[in-house]
């Protein structure tokens, strides 16, 4: 997924950096399991911001662990900084200190 929102946005010279990830434990409204922002960079700065919110339908934590982990995975591989805000216990997606 994030690699076609990449080239489509011109982000192929990524420079190597230090990526961050940054995670909130927060009251969300309740249908909310997360929210994801995905900052890109290239030679010359910020190339591009991505939102991802991430919706209960019929899912549970559970079953939305491996699309979230998926989503984070990919970014940092990409050299994204990413930003989380969940009302989930960060300990339950690995996230813990």
């Given amino acids: 997924m994030m690699k ?3 080239r489509a946005l011109g982000m ?3 420079i190597e950096r ?4 940054f995670v909130t434990h927060r009251e969300l409204p309740e249908d909310v399991f997360a929210l994801v ?3 890109h960079f290239g030679t010359y700065g910020l190339t591009g911001v991505i939102e991802v ?3 209960y339908g019929d899912e549970d934590v ?3 662990i491996p699309q979230f982990t998926m989503i984070v995975a ?3 591989q990409d050299g994204a900084d990413v930003s989380i805000a969940t009302s989930v ?3 339950l997606l690995g996230l813990d200190d």
């Fill in 62 to 64: 559970e079953d939305m």
């Fill in 4 to 6: 076609w929102v990449r």
């Fill in 89 to 91: 216990d960060p300990s």
């Fill in 18 to 21: 230090q990526r961050l990830l």
């Fill in 37 to 39: 922002r995905i900052t």
């Fill in 53 to 55: 919110k991430l919706v």
């Fill in 12 to 14: 192929g010279q990524e």
């Fill in 74 to 76: 990919e970014a940092l």
